[in-house]
T-cell receptor
Framework: GEDVEQSLFLSVREGDSSVINCTYT??????LYWYKQEPGAGLQLLTY?????DMKQDQRLTVLLNKKDKHLSLRIADTQTGDSAIYFC???????????FGKGTKLSVKP | GAVVSQHPSRVICKSGTSVKIECRSL??????MFWYRQFPKQSLMLMAT?????????EQGVEKDKFLINHASLTLSTLTVTSAHPEDSSFYIC???????????????FGPGTRLTVL
């Protein structure tokens, strides 16, 4: 079945780059997403990428997609303390067109 | 991006009562809305999918008589937790699928979530 895997924790220093990795299993997924969740809050869509793209950049965020390896990554340049949150990778693949989420990567940014 | 609201943001109730949670898409029409449940430090689990004007489709293991979903209009879906018990305590998040104008891609936008605590 469909499955999305992420590492659970990442710790970086302020100003460094953060790279959050994700693997998925459904090769027919057309869209892949990154969401950010701050404590006690809902999910904020950060960015998404079409499956026919290799890279997408949006300000400090860069998404890389390796479709052959079913690997997705999110790079945050110049990471700030305000970037501390849980980041969820998701693929659109459910029978209802719903999103399948990874368990989330908790990003901690140290000053 | 599009805005989805949820109400209430937090509710505490006694065991046996029913709780209604509203999900609204504020600036777009959502033909499909999704209801997710999130346990502490865990990912989101899809509970059900609702399409405007039709019955909701529930995921395996989710009791449809326990979690009543009504999608009465293109901007409103409600989830009612009937006869709530402490094990129903959780963070409930809705999302609405709308059209991303710039990319012409339908994207899911999430509400801020509702924290339900059943005593």
């Amino acid at each position: 079945g469909e499955d999305v895997e992420q590492s659970l924790f990442l710790s970086v220093r302020e100003g460094d780059s953060s790279v959050i990795n994700c693997t998925y299993t459904d090769s027919s997924s057309t869209y892949l997403y990154w969401y950010k969740q701050e404590p006690g809050a809902g999910l904020q869509l950060l960015t998404y990428i079409f499956s026919n793209m290799d890279m997408k950049q949006d300000q400090r965020l860069t998404v890389l997609l390796n479709k052959k390896d079913k690997h997705l990554s999110l790079r945050i340049a110049d990471t700030q303390t305000g970037d501390s949150a849980i980041y969820f990778c998701a693929e659109r693949g459910g029978s209802q067109g719903n999103l399948i989420f990874g368990k989330g990567t908790k990003l901690s940014v140290k000053p | 991006g599009a805005v989805v609201s949820q109400h209430p943001s937090r509710v505490i109730c006694k065991s046996g009562t029913s709780v209604k949670i509203e999900c609204r898409s504020l600036d777009f029409q959502a033909t499909t809305m999704f209801w997710y449940r999130q346990f502490p430090k865990q990912s989101l689990m899809l509970m059900a999918t609702s399409n405007e004007g039709s019955k909701a489709t529930y995921e395996q293991g989710v009791e449809k008589d326990k979690f009543l979903i009504n999608h009465a209009s293109l901007t409103l879906s409600t989830l009612t937790v009937t006869s709530a018990h402490p094990e129903d305590s959780s963070f409930y998040i809705c999302s609405a699928r709308g059209l991303e104008r710039e990319g012409r891609t339908d994207t899911q936008y999430f509400g801020p979530g509702t924290r339900l605590t059943v005593l």
